[in-house]
């Protein structure tokens, strides 16, 4: 949940959390800890007063680059939509510094 609050933190319009079709991950993850993972975090960007539909759960089969594509257009088509008084509301927005090398 932090990295997924730290994306916007750092001024992302929307977070796919992607994963793996239900009952067909072969990482061995538990399928219910990503769903739970999921609520709690809107929950938590809905306290903060960030349209928690900025976040999305996409579960896939391995290797639907496809259906993966038209799950990221779908949430920039949903951000768009989103009246920009809502979407310009970060949880605190700051300049992405420069690294030196």
């Known amino acids: 949940m932090g990295l997924i609050l730290k994306a916007f933190d750092f001024g992302a319009e929307g ?5 793996c079709e239900p009952g067909n991950c072969h990482f061995g993850a538990d399928s219910e800890y990503i769903v739970n993972e999921y609520e709690r975090t809107r929950r938590i960007l809905e306290m903060l007063g960030v349209w928690k539909d900025r976040l999305a759960l996409v579960r896939l089969p391995a290797y639907d680059g496809r259906e993966f594509v038209g799950q990221v257009n779908k949430l920039m088509e949903e951000i768009e939509r989103i009246p920009p008084s809502r979407r310009s509301k970060l949880i605190r927005s700051r300049p992405v510094e420069e690294v030196k090398a």
């Not at 977070?15 to 994963?19: N, Q």
Request: glycine share 20%; net charge neutral; no cysteine.
């Open 15 to 19: 977070v796919i959390l992607l994963g």
